[in-house]
């Protein structure tokens, strides 16, 4: 097992993984923590009904001096159809939330979830 933020592993034992642990201890996010967009800024929005809203969730940032979040843009199709294996990659890296598919939307979607930080 492995946490999706940090990477750091633990076995399923009791004497390495304690699910009271969990709730005790702070992930620190891992070697690009300053990347990426912590789980605690993405906040689900209520459903709406009408057809023209895609947006489901929405980023409140905390204000850090150390986090500098990275949007990251990528074209599946492009590079011989690498673009793909490096759009997995970057959802693994980072928060899946912050990688986003060009073909889907194009940049515009992101820049809507993302105005905030792009303001600050």
Do not use: Y
Not at 5 to 19: A, D, G, L, Q, Y
Not at 21 to 41: D, M, Q, R, Y
Not at 58 to 77: C, D, E, G, Q
Not at 84 to 113: C, H, M, Y
Request: positive net charge.
């Amino acid at each position: 097992m492995s946490c999706s933020w940090c990477k750091e592993v633990c076995h399923n034992k009791e004497s390495c993984f304690n699910v009271k642990k969990i709730g005790s201890e702070s992930c620190n996010l891992g070697a690009h923590a300053n990347l990426i967009v912590p789980p605690t800024w993405i906040v689900k929005l209520p459903c709406k009904e009408t057809e023209n809203s895609k947006q489901v969730f929405a980023i409140k940032p905390i204000p850090s001096s150390t986090s500098k979040p990275l949007l990251v843009f990528i074209n599946p199709k492009s590079g011989g159809n690498q673009g793909s294996k490096l759009l997995r990659t970057f959802q693994w890296l980072l928060n899946p939330r912050q990688v986003f598919d060009l073909t889907e939307g194009g940049p515009a979607v992101g820049f809507v979830i993302f105005h905030i930080l792009i303001l600050m």
